[in-house]
């Protein structure tokens, strides 16, 4: 079972990005998806979350009405669309999975509840 979460880069403040997680080994459609950071010197933090369905998603406060995550489940892939990003946004972003299908967990933002994990994408924005 592997995640693995692509196209991060390197990115002027204000400008836009966007991350997918793409799975092998198991169908991504089963599962929640969590979208997690890692600044230099900081905690992982909860990002986004979108439920199996995706009908439910869920924002830190931090983003909210910058990010925007989606999925294709044909395409076996989710999505996170970073718009008017900052230089705080700049992280190491990792895309994760809990064990149990079709299952949000009860925080949804928390890393606890997740278990699979990406090699994570680094995101750099300059002022």
């Known amino acids: 079972v592997q995640l693995q979460g692509v196209w991060g880069g390197l990115v002027q403040a204000g400008g836009s990005l966007r991350l997918s997680c793409a799975a092998s080994?198991?169908?991504?459609?089963?599962?929640?998806i969590g979208w997690f950071r890692q600044a230099p010197g900081k905690e992982r933090e909860g990002v986004s979350c979108?439920?199996?369905?995706?009908?439910?998603?869920y924002y830190a406060d931090s983003v909210k009405g910058r990010l925007t995550i989606s999925r294709d489940n044909a395409k076996n892939t989710v999505y996170l669309q970073m718009n008017d990003l900052k230089p705080e946004d700049t992280a190491v972003y990792y895309c994760?999975?809990?064990?149990?299908?079709?299952?949000?967990?009860?925080?949804?933002?928390?890393?606890?509840?997740?278990?699979?994990w990406g090699q994570g994408t680094q995101v750099t924005v300059s002022s």
């Open positions: 080994g198991f169908t991504l459609d089963y599962y929640a």
């Open positions: 994760a999975a809990p064990s149990e299908r079709r299952w949000v967990p009860p925080q949804p933002l928390h890393s606890s509840a997740y278990h699979f």
């Open positions: 979108i439920s199996s369905s995706g009908g439910s998603t």
